[in-house]
DNA sequence: TTGACATATGAACAGATGATCATGTGTTAA
DNA sequence: TTAACACATGATCATCTGTTCATATGTCAA
């Protein structure tokens, strides 16, 4: 971790917040599920699929997006295991992969209504 | 909400699913909380400023940017509320407005540690 | 008042990203 | 096998965003 060559004015403080911060995989996970959930698309799809599975016709009118555009939405949750999905036939079935983002955005509502 | 005029599968889900859509102002606050947090820069100046105040020089050491980039990262989360900041002579300290980013950002990590 | 320091800010540029459109894939029924 | 349906995906483009650089602001000491 030898980044910082610059000056420090407080010297404790700066290797204690340095210890803080998570190491560069968690980073990367934290910032890849707050991404996720940053887009109102993509929240709006997850908070949808938080009451039940949905396909993904569904979720393009629940959201108010084009089916392709939810498509490419459900790429990106898919890729991040923040979706799974089922197929059923022609129809591809799709709810959060366990309910660990669905506490964390009720977590936040909370936060947000204060 | 007069919005989707497409065609719906399973009307009673994707009524159902509406419903627990939040309101537009309490998705635009979501939203907006998680994007501030979907940078790796600004992502570390928070879990930074979760230990103890800090200077614009120090969080630049901490996080390994620019005094300017830092800067601007800054106005971004005071705008959203996330910081707050007092002067000390020449020398700004930022620290965390409330508690409340730091639980949600705390809770993070265990998911994501799992 | 001048200079140095700490920070803020505006402009500009490069890279990331979401939506759209066109097309491809997988499934079912006829 | 063909057609229709549900969905996935690649390419493209306009927009957004983070960083950098230059410059401005605010504070203090001399």
Request: net charge neutral; with cysteine.
């Amino acid at each position: 971790m030898d980044q910082c060559q610059e000056k420090v004015l407080h010297q404790a403080q700066v290797e204690q917040a340095i210890k803080n911060i998570p190491d560069s995989v968690t980073l990367q996970s934290l910032t890849d599920i707050f991404k996720a959930l940053s887009e109102p698309s993509r929240l709006k799809i997850v908070t949808a699929l938080a009451t039940c599975e949905l396909c993904v016709c569904d979720l393009a009118a629940v959201s108010g997006s084009s089916e392709s555009a939810v498509s490419h939405q459900l790429r990106i949750l898919r890729n991040l295991k923040i979706v799974r999905y089922r197929r059923e036939g022609k129809i591809v079935f799709y709810r959060l992969d366990d309910d660990h983002v669905k506490s964390l955005i009720s977590q936040s509502i909370q936060h947000v209504q204060e």
